[in-house]
Structures are given as C-alpha cells and as structure tokens.
C-alpha cells in the first residue's frame, strides 16, 4: 500500500514537470491539469518552446496530435490580459474549428483572469461580432471569409496584434481561403510572431510561408505517431448486403453511449440514416451537403445526446470533437489511409479509450492491410457475434434490472408474491416455468440466426487475403466467375423460399417494445383495410418495428388503410420494407 502510494506522487511529479518544464505559466499549468493532461504530446513538447521563445513556426502534424494547446498555450501566455485590444488573429477552415479551438482556448484561459477569446465566423449574426470585437476581445478565432468581412466593413483593427496563427493551412487552401489568408497576412502589423500548422505542405503553402513568416523553425511530427494507442481496432468480414445488418448487431451488443458511423458517400450516409431511424436508433447525418445550420443543429443533438449514431462522410470528419464517443464505425472502408486515422481518432480523446469497428467486404481486406501497415497499428479479426450472443447479452440485462428491483425491496413486491403464488398453486406451474415465460416476454420476438458472413474467423488480415485470394484471383482482373454474381442468385433464391413471390414485405414501425403481437398486426390490417386476415403471411417482430408480408395484390391498398391507423393506442406508418419494390 504504502508502496504505491508513493509511486503515485513520484509519476504525478514527473508529469507536471513535463509540462512545467516547458515553462508555461501556473495557471495555465493548473487548468490543463484539470483537463486531465498529463504530458505534452510530442508537437506540443516540440513547438511550445520555440513559440515562446517568439520565433515563428511551421508545424506539421496530423489531426488529434494536440496542435490547439501547441499553438493556444503560448499565446495565452504572451496575452496582455491588461491591454483590451485585438491582439492575436487565429485562422480556421471551417466554423465548427473556430468553434472548437476557441472553446478549447477557452478551457486553458480558465485561470486567467480578463482574456477575452471570441470566435468569428460566417452565419452568426454580424452586429453580435462586432459588438464582441469592440467589447475588449484579445484573441478573434475565425474562418477567413468572415475576417475579410471585418476587415472591410473596418470592424477590427489590427494595430495591437503580435501574433497570428493559421491552424489547418492546407486546409483553408483546399477550400479556396488563399487568397484571403494573403489578404489577411499582408494586413497585419509586420512586427509580429506568425505560427502555421499544416498536415502537408503543397506549393502554395511553402509560398505563403516564404512570403510570411520569418526564418521558421519546422517542427514534425513523424506520421507513426498518427495512432493514438488507447483505440481498440477490430474489423469483421462482411457480405455487402448484411452491412447494416452487423452494424446493428455491433452497436446493440457493445451498446456505445456516442458512436459515429463512417460512410464513403453521402447518399449511403443518407440511406444508413434512413435505415437506422426505421431500425430504433437515435441516428443523424451529417456531411457537406448540409447547411451551416443543419449542420449545427446535428452537432448540437450528438454533444447533448440527444442523437446517439452520428453517421458521417469524412469531409466532416475534422469537425466531429465530442469527447465522450466510445465507437467509430467504418461502414465503409476508406479511401485513404489517412482518412482512417482521422476517423478512428474521433473517439478515444482525451486520453479515454474508444474502439473502431470496420466492416471488410471481400477485396476491401487488401486496402484494410495496407492501412495496418501504413499506421503502424493492429486491426483485430473478429467474429460477427451471433444472434445467441446477443440474446443471451439482452437476457443479462433484463435479469440484472430484476435484481436491481429486488435489492431495492420495492413494498409492491408482497403483491406480486401473493399473485404468483396463487398461480403456481392454481396452475401446477413451477416458478421458474413462469419465470422462463416472464423473460421470454421481455426478450421481445427473439430472432434467428441466418448466414452474415463465413463463420470461420481468419487469424489475421493476411489470412483473410490469401481467402479471397484462393477463391478470385484466379479468375483474373477481369472477374470470370466472380462470387458477386453467384451472392446475387443465391440470394433471389432465397426470398423466393421465405415466402412467394405473391408476397410483398411491409414495414411498421411499432415493435415489441410497444408491446404489439401479431394478432395486434393482423387485426389491424383486416379491419382498416378491410381484408381478410388470409392476406397476411409471415410477421416479423422486432425491438422496435415489425415486419409483415402481405400478398401483394393487396399491398397497395393495405398501405393506404394503414395510413392513419393505430395499434395499441400508437399511430403507426407503413410502408415497403427496404429492398422492396
Ligand atoms: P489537433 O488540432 O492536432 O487535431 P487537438 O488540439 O484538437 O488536436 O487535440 C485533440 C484532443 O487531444 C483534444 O481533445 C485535446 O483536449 C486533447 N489533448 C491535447 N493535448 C493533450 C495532452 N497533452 N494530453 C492529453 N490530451 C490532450
Ligand atoms: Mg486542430
């Protein structure tokens, strides 16, 4: 005991000592203490000190390497918190980064008493801005496009600043900021410290660098360092049609408070919407196509919780900085290898840990070992969990609920003694008959398991090649027999045997968690449609909506009857189940 005790002072003291050695204020030393950091990371070790020491930087370094604190501790140091004018500029990409960087600033300024750190951006109401700017502000975060917008309308003056910062350069060039970064740069008082960061460095960065900054120190951080270790990687060989399918399994198994779902288009992240929403979950998009504003609003919802699967393309991979997201989920495999270190970097933040699923369809095992290689990193196979393995999860659950109550001594439990010991002595049944029946009711309509994927986990990504490698390659580039075909015919002769062609599979959305049975379902149809219950075949019913297969010549007109129908007091939509025609 004593032993550990004091192993754990001598650890805390070295850790502060790496940042104190970097000679950063006490107040700020205490404020990032209580944000849990521990040790600067490698860009942070690297770049603070030439900061302060006032030469100019150009650091490169990936996403999630702790830039803001690289750039944002030394300037909160050089802040003249008595002096209330503009004194440093800090340049964004997007909104959501200016947001985020000015929020994070905000977080190291904790102790300091009288910084003013405001962010600026385009949509925010314009008066607002300048009546923040004018209200004492040190340091403005903000997009290009909108420091322009100041600039010529002459809210901001820029003869206090001595420092300017341009967090994700090749960024703001990618989205057609050069000019405006120039425009900005050239304004600025000459004396002044400038400091850049940048993940690569194509021409027109080092040009503006040559142009702007003075004898810069380089700092880089090596691309191996890109994976934070805490990230649990798993991956699962995947039939492309059973996607969704594992995806669900996987979410309703490890149950992630936040999760993000990674897509390779925005269509697919439209339809995964879709398709998750009609499944149960709290599921939103978010990608380029969307407006500020909806963008905002989606952002909002996830960091409240109110939206549990965020379901994104990586184009806005960058903005997603919520802390607590325990899974990312790569539904697609990415197209870059740098895309996935982006996306996996959006959990385990913060020094927690955090796992990314991927999902593998066949050849994709190539692009999947390549990123493994580039990273540096492990991706573990694993099985697909079976549906047993889920049940026997949920089952656990419930029980643990039921002991919960019993621990409690809830007083109405005396009443249920007394109900099910007049049935046990009535009936003849035994209590742990009931008890089976009871859980059995809570599971909802258990389901069974069909093929995802083949059982049989390979051992390791190489494995898993040489797999597909045996099976297709021999076919040659340009496919031969090629098993897609062959997945596509087996699968037409599958759903010709669940149930004829004469039958049409509809959607409902209430489920065994509105308590629906399938006499529920089919009384329903019979009576608004006015049907016989003949037309109803097979019933489905999940946690949260239900499947029915109804012939078909009446589909139509079951949907409309259906239309503003209820069961079990619930107004209900129906439509065709995905897939359908
Ligand atoms: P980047 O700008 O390089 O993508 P950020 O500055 O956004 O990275 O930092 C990523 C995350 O890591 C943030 O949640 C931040 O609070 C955290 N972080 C930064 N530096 C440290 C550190 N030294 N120790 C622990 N966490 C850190
Ligand atoms: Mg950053």
Do not use: W
């Amino acid at each position: 005991m004593e032993v550990s005790k004091n192993e754990t002072i001598t650890e805390n003291e070295n850790n502060e000592a790496g940042f104190a050695a970097l000679g950063l204020d006490e107040r700020l030393l205490r404020a990032i203490s209580d944000m849990g950091f521990d040790a600067p990371s490698p860009i942070q070790e690297q770049a603070i000190p030439t900061e302060m020491s006032g030469r100019d930087v150009i650091g490169q370094a990936q996403t999630g390497t702790g830039k803001t604190a690289a750039f944002g501790l030394p300037l909160l140091e050089k802040v003249d918190s008595e002096l209330k004018k503009l004194q440093a500029v800090i340049l964004c990409p997007t909104r959501e980064l200016a947001i985020q960087v000015s929020d994070e600033l905000h977080r190291y300024a904790k102790y300091l008493h009288g910084v003013k750190i405001l962010p600026v951006y385009g949509g925010q109401d314009i008066v607002k801005q300048i009546r923040g700017l004018k209200d004492g502000t040190q340091i403005m975060v903000g997009t290009p496009g909108r420091v322009m917008d100041h600039m010529r309308r002459g809210t901001v003056k820029f003869d206090h600043v001595h420092t300017a910062v341009l967090d994700e350069a090749d960024e703001m060039l990618d989205m057609g900021f050069i000019d405006d970064m120039n425009t900005i740069l050239s304004e600025l008082p000459e004396e002044r410290q400038t400091v850049m960061f940048s993940a690569t460095m194509p021409r027109e960065i080092v040009d503006l660098a040559n142009r702007f900054l003075t004898d810069p120190a380089i700092v880089r951080v090596a691309k191996k360092e890109l994976t934070v270790p805490e990230i649990t990687q798993y991956y699962y060989d995947v039939r492309p049609n059973r996607k969704t399918e594992v995806l669900c399994r996987l979410m309703d198994l490890y149950e992630p408070k936040l999760s993000v779902v990674f897509c390779n288009t925005k269509r697919k992240v439209d339809e995964l919407v879709d398709e998750l929403k009609s499944r149960g979950y709290y599921a939103e998009g978010l990608h380029g196509d969307l407006s500020q504003a909806q963008r905002d609003r989606v952002m909002g919802s996830f960091r409240k919780h109110l939206v549990e699967v965020l379901v994104a393309t990586d184009v806005v991979a960058r903005g997603i900085d919520v802390e607590d997201i325990d899974a990312v989920f790569n539904y697609d495999i990415p197209q870059d290898d740098e895309y996935y270190v982006h996306r996996i970097g959006r959990t385990g933040r913060a020094g927690r840990s955090g796992t990314a699923y991927s999902l593998v369809v066949g050849r994709e095992v190539y692009k999947l070992r390549d990123i493994q290689r580039y990273c540096k990193t492990r991706i573990i196979p694993q099985a697909i969990p079976s549906l047993g393995d889920i049940n026997e999860i949920r089952s656990e659950k419930i029980l643990d609920k039921a002991v919960e109550i019993l621990e409690k001594q809830d007083a109405r439990l005396e009443k249920m003694f007394d109900i099910l010991d007049k049935r046990i002595f009535e009936d003849e049944v035994s209590s742990m008959d009931l008890a089976a029946a009871l859980l059995m009711m809570h599971m909802g309509e258990m389901k069974t398991e069909d093929d995802i994927a083949d059982a049989r986990v390979p051992k390791n990504l190489d494995e898993l090649g040489k797999r597909y490698e045996d099976t297709e390659r021999p076919h040659g580039r340009f496919g031969g027999k090629g098993s897609r075909l062959d997945g596509k015919k087996l699968r037409v002769k599958r759903r010709n045997e669940d149930r004829g062609d004469d039958m049409v599979r509809l959607f409902i959305n209430v489920g065994s968690r509105q308590r629906v049975k399938p006499g529920d379902i089919v009384g329903a149809i019979a009576g608004e449609a006015g049907v016989s219950g003949q037309v109803v075949g097979a019933i489905d019913i999940r946690e949260s909506y239900s499947f029915v297969d109804v012939d078909r010549k009446n589909a139509e007109k079951v949907m409309r009857a259906m239309r503003n129908a209820k069961i079990r007091g619930l107004t209900v939509h129906m439509e065709r189940a995905n897939g359908e025609k």
